[in-house]
């Protein structure tokens, strides 16, 4: 029944370490998203890809690497963890106007 | 580039108040206007939409009206339930793909 899902809910982990996170859509989206959101809830887009291909790719180290294995799954890798990566992340997918979003993963870099 | 100001929280009201909450934005061209709500623990959610000029968005007893002339979508609830309580954001799409979202606005109904 889930349309936007996201793995794992909570990551806690040690500054310097290496960790993904996963997102998968069954709504048949074409475009995927990654969001991040900051302790006082601003929202920002990170990146994008339409069909697997990368399409929007904001001002975000290169720490961060995302990956879309097929369209129904957009995976977000991030390496060298630093203490301003905390935050909440959050996957979505769209058609037409409309974008749906995923639970989100609440990240602590410690 | 595109933005979007919204009003800063948080507002904190009580039961079948009336609420509204103010967003401006700016953009080139024509864009669609989002509301998305957020509750807590929970990822966003839309809450209505207007595509054109002097659309008027609704869903849950929550309206905005797209106003070019002012620029604007402002939100609007006649009367709140504690339910109500939550993170509004107001957003808008230019492209196909990016949408600008506002720092969002907490709102919290007290009983």
């Known amino acids: 029944d889930t349309a936007v899902s996201q793995t794992p809910k909570y990551l806690v982990t040690q500054m310097g370490n290496d960790k993904s996170i996963k997102c998968e859509q069954n709504l048949g989206h074409d475009t995927m998203y990654w969001y991040k959101q900051d302790s006082k809830k601003f929202l920002k887009i990170m990146f994008s890809?339409?069909?697997?291909?990368?399409?929007i790719n904001e001002t975000v180290p290169n720490r961060f690497s995302p990956k879309s294995p097929d369209k129904a799954h957009l995976n977000l890798h991030i390496n060298s963890l630093e203490l301003g990566d905390s935050a909440v992340y959050f996957c979505?997918?769209?058609?037409?106007?409309?974008?749906?979003f995923g639970p989100g993963t609440r990240l602590t870099v410690l | 580039g595109d933005s979007v100001t919204q009003m800063e929280g948080p507002v904190t009201l009580s039961e079948e108040a009336f609420l509204t909450i103010n967003c401006t934005y700016t953009?080139?061209?024509?864009?669609?206007l989002f509301w998305y709500v957020q509750y807590p623990g929970e990822g966003l959610q839309l809450l209505l939409k207007a595509t054109k000029a002097d659309d008027k968005g609704s869903n849950k007893g929550f309206e905005a009206t797209y106003r070019k002339e002012t620029t604007s979508f402002h939100l609007e609830k006649g009367s709140v339930q504690v339910s109500d309580s939550a993170v509004y954001f107001c957003?808008?799409?230019?492209?196909?793909?990016?949408?600008?979202f506002g720092a969002g606005t907490t709102v919290t109904v007290r009983a």
């Open positions: 957003a808008l799409r230019s492209n196909d793909y990016k949408l600008s």
């Open positions: 979505a997918s769209s058609w037409g106007n409309e974008q749906f």
């Open positions: 890809y339409n069909n697997k291909e990368l399409i």
């Open positions: 953009a080139t061209g024509y864009p669609s």
